[in-house]
C-alpha cells in the first residue's frame, strides 16, 4: 500500500473504522434488559385488568405503548453496543456506547494480546482482545473485529510498536 506525504513524518493514510467484536454473553445481558423493559411496560399497562375488560381507548394506549417499549429497548441494545474504532492520521479514536477517547499512534509504546478484564479504559464488548499502551502508561482495551487487521495497521503507522505476547494468556 502506497501512501503520499504532507511531510517526512506522517504519512497520510485514508480514515479506517474497525467494528469491535460482540461476546454472546453482552447480547444475551442487553437482551435480557430489553426483555426486562417490555415485562415492566406489561405490568404497568396490564396491572390486574384482562385485555376482555378494557375499553378500547384502553387497549389501543396499551398496545402503543408496549410496541414503544419494545422499539425503545430495541434501540437501547442497538447503542450500548456501538463500540467502533477509527484511525485517522496520527489519531486513533476509540467510542464506546458513552464515551470517547483518543491516542497518538506516535506515541504508543505496545500492544498485547490480552483477556478481560484489565484494568484500563474498556472500549470492548467482547473478553479477547487488546491492551494498547502510550508512552505515558495509558492503557486502553479495545476488541476490533479484524484484530489482525488493526494490529498490522497501527505497526505499519508507527514501526516502534512492540507486540507483547500476554502473560496471562
Known amino acids: 500500500m502506497v501512501f503520499s506525504k504532507i ?3 506522517f504519512p497520510i ?3 479506517m473504522k474497525y467494528r469491535s467484536s460482540v461476546h454472546p454473553v453482552f447480547i444475551l445481558l442487553y437482551g435480557l434488559t430489553a426483555m426486562l423493559a417490555v415485562i415492566i411496560g406489561l405490568i404497568g399497562i ?3 385488568l384482562s385485555i ?3 375499553d378500547s381507548n384502553r387497549r389501543t394506549f396499551a398496545l402503543v405503548f408496549l410496541s414503544l417499549v419494545i422499539i425503545g429497548g430495541l434501540l437501547l ?6 463500540n467502533h474504532y477509527i484511525i485517522e492520521g496520527d489519531q486513533l479514536t476509540c467510542y464506546g456506547a458513552i464515551m470517547s477517547s483518543k491516542m497518538q499512534i506516535s506515541n504508543i509504546k505496545s500492544i498485547e494480546k490480552a483477556a478481560y478484564p484489565v484494568a484500563t479504559q474498556k472500549y470492548a464488548l467482547n473478553f479477547q482482545g487488546i491492551t494498547l499502551e502510550d508512552k505515558n ?3 486502553i482495551f479495545v476488541t476490533p473485529l479484524e484484530s489482525k487487521k488493526f494490529i498490522e495497521t497501527l505497526q505499519s503507522m508507527n514501526a516502534s510498536i512492540e507486540y507483547v505476547k500476554s502473560k496471562a494468556t
Open 13 to 15: 493514510f485514508p480514515p
Open 137 to 139: 502508561s495509558k492503557r
Open 46 to 48: 396490564f396491572h390486574n
Open 52 to 54: 376482555d375488560e378494557m
Open 77 to 82: 441494545m442497538r447503542y450500548l453496543m456501538r
Open 7 to 9: 511531510d517526512d513524518e
